[in-house]
């Protein structure tokens, strides 16, 4: 089943652009997946199973070390 997930992401720090940039390279390393950012998130579209397993492990990694707000929307009726 294809879903797009669109993501927000709100890190807890000054400098939180870097945090951004960093989390977003890990999502663009996935060459199987559509991800589209903008100035307000980022829309991720592919398998359902892709899709999740990505999202679990990288936002478990980022909350690791940092302290985030993550907005979720996802959809398997608006596709990208």
Avoid: R, W
């Amino acid at each position: 089943m294809q879903i797009s997930l669109e993501l927000s992401l709100y890190p807890f720090a000054d400098d939180y652009s870097e945090d951004v940039n960093i989390f977003l390279e890990k999502l663009y390393s996935h060459p199987n997946l559509k991800i589209e950012t903008n100035s307000m998130s980022t829309i991720i579209s592919g398998e359902y199973q892709q899709v999740m397993e990505l999202i679990n492990t990288e936002m478990k990694i980022f909350f690791e070390k940092n302290k985030a707000v993550f907005i979720i929307k996802i959809s398997n009726g608006c596709i990208i």
